[in-house]
């Protein structure tokens, strides 16, 4: 079955430092990939997308993920926290570009400590 | 605003009462979908349509749930007999998908509506 795995349900870092998110997916192809940001009492938003361009991909407020078809992976980083970042952080995975479904993995809070 | 609205944005029912939610997407999108969340969960997806065609449906969707989307415009969510497992947060989306199907947009997602059934 097509899944996506998000490898740490909590990561806490202190400011200032760097974020890793964790995420993998299961297919034999080469799906669309997004990450999406929950704060709390607030909308999903979009932080990036990957789309079959480049492997590397940049978003909003400093975040990037790196596609590897090899590992099947689209980890998220950030250089450096920021409080506001703390938040809910959810890895998605539309299976082909025409698929209506989007697949949620199971969310990583993030805390940031000051 | 020009986002995904979604009304109301909290609903609190009785157990076996009828609940319908409504979703206005982005106007120029032509896909709408519609998510549950649970706490500690990621979103797990309902159903979606293409302009006024409903083309899939999750089986998480029971025969209870109803989604339409009447002119391919705004969407709504009806809930009959309501259970106390359907308490969650219902999300909507919206996306813009090309005639040939080749690009599909990123989905916007409304700020949702929490059901709590009691």
């Known amino acids: 079955a097509q899944s996506v795995t998000q490898l740490d349900s909590h990561v806490s870092v202190s400011e200032g430092t760097p974020v890793l998110l964790r995420c993998n997916y299961s297919s034999s192809y080469s799906p669309s990939l997004f990450w999406y940001v929950q704060h709390p009492n607030k909308g999903l938003q979009l932080l990036l997308k990957y789309t079959s361009a480049a492997t590397l991909v940049k978003g909003i407020n400093g975040f990037e993920a790196e596609f590897k078809k090899s590992e099947t992976s689209f980890h998220l980083t950030k250089p450096s926290a920021h409080m506001s970042d703390a938040a809910e952080y959810f890895c998605?995975?539309?299976?082909?570009?025409?698929?209506?479904?989007?697949?949620f993995g199971d969310g990583t809070t993030l805390t940031v400590k000051p | 605003d020009t986002g995904v609205s979604q009304d109301p944005r909290h609903k609190i029912t009785k157990r076996g009462q009828n609940v319908t939610f409504r979703c206005d997407p982005i106007?120029?999108?032509?896909?709408l979908y519609w998510y549950r969340q649970t706490l500690g969960q990621g979103p797990e997806f309902l159903t979606y349509f293409q302009n006024e065609a409903q083309l899939e449906k999750s089986r998480l969707l029971s025969d209870r749930f109803s989604a339409e989307r009447p002119k391919g415009s705004f969407s709504t969510l009806e809930i009959q007999r309501t259970e106390q497992g359907d308490s969650a947060m219902y999300l909507c989306a919206s996306s813009l998908a090309t005639l040939g199907q080749r690009m599909n947009t990123e989905a916007f997602f409304g700020q949702g509506t929490r059901l709590t059934v009691v």
């Open positions: 106007s120029e999108h032509n896909r």
């Open positions: 998605v995975v539309r299976w082909n570009t025409n698929a209506g479904k989007s697949t």
